[in-house]
């Protein structure tokens, strides 16, 4: 709604009011119009545009353009609200905005060029180093002491890249008596590398040999991802005793493992006692129902059948009651 008349008769501070008028915009405009308006002024009353004459009216355009600038925003809504009478018209400028309602501008990202192109001269270099080593492992190795010893060090380096190398240039070696040891040590060191693991239980051995590996693997179980614990799982179902391997992975977290674990357990032993009482204290269905079925089949220890009673009644899971129900019918717990 335009407002016919001089802002100055409204009775409001007049310098303000003036400054609308000597701008000739309106509260209600945009900083885009308002700026606008004072530009075209500006230019048209220049002093060294329009001459000496005119300096006195540049000046008052240069004072009331930096007038709206620094006006509150009170003080706009109260020159709307009685210019148009809307109480609830706000002004549209954000000349008058406090700083917290204002949009920050994103910060401008700077190019990164120089970045990339350096990322891509390292990932060459890595990429020619990678081929480099894998050119030397799969060359064949002489019988020279120096090369088996170097074969040695690079089997127990600390740079997985060059241990996985090693690993996969071994062959027929692995089998020796002094390759096999070095094997073990390092299931011992890095039980908790997942490639490292996965390159031990590729390597060519006989069975007693496996089974050696296996049990090192087996008594860092706490150590091993869940992956690699449930692939190692996968060989021990066939191997022909498997119980003591079975037993130490029970220590590992995942309920997941020990869900595995647990439904891979033969019928010629049972958990330890210990392992039982915590494996009991759990609350993952899928971990007490395997558990419950091999407490049914062998016979629930006395000092089980309290936990058990409580299972019957008051766990969530169905499964869990019904398994627990008929331990508690069979054992007579009534």
Not at 308 to 324: E, N, P, Q, Y
């Amino acid at each position: 709604m335009k407002w016919k008349g001089s802002w100055s008769d409204m009775g409001l501070p007049l310098g303000l009011a003036e400054s609308f008028d000597i701008l000739g915009v309106k509260p209600g405009d945009n900083p885009g119009e308002i700026r606008s308006a004072f530009r075209r002024l500006a230019l048209t009353c220049h002093p060294d545009v329009a001459g000496s004459k005119h300096v006195a009216r540049f000046e008052r355009i240069a004072r009331a353009y930096s007038l709206l600038r620094k006006a509150s925003p009170e003080e706009i809504e109260e020159l709307l609200q009685k210019s148009s009478g809307k109480a609830e018209r706000k002004p549209r400028s954000s000349f008058w905005r406090k700083k917290s309602d204002r949009k920050k501008s994103p910060p401008v990202q700077k190019p990164a060029d120089s970045l990339r192109v350096r990322e891509l001269l390292l990932e060459k270099a890595l990429v020619e180093a990678e081929i480099a080593v894998t050119r030397l492992f799969n060359c064949p190795f002489r019988s020279g002491e120096g090369d088996l010893s170097t074969l040695k060090l690079r089997l127990l380096g600390s740079l997985p890249g060059v241990r996985l190398l090693a690993l996969a240039s071994l062959g027929k070696k692995a089998e020796e008596k002094e390759f096999f040891a070095i094997l073990l040590e390092i299931a011992r060191r890095w039980a908790s590398d997942d490639e490292t693991v996965e390159g031990l239980l590729l390597q060519n051995l006989r069975e007693e040999q496996k089974y050696a590996l296996v049990d090192i693997l087996c008594s860092n179980a706490a150590l091993l991802s869940e992956k690699t614990a449930l692939e190692l799982l996968h060989r021990i179902r066939r191997l022909p005793e498997k119980d003591d391997l079975l037993q130490k992975m029970l220590f590992h977290p995942a309920s997941s493992v020990l869900s595995r674990t647990l439904g891979a357990w033969g019928s010629s032993s049972f958990p330890d006692e210990l392992t039982l009482l915590r494996l009991l204290k759990r609350e993952e269905e899928e971990i007490l129902v395997p558990l419950l079925r091999l407490l049914r089949l062998r016979g629930a220890p006395p000092w089980s059948r309290g936990r058990i009673k409580a299972l019957s009644s008051g766990h969530s899971a169905a499964a869990v009651r019904v398994w627990a129900g008929s331990i508690v019918r069979v054992e007579n717990l009534l």
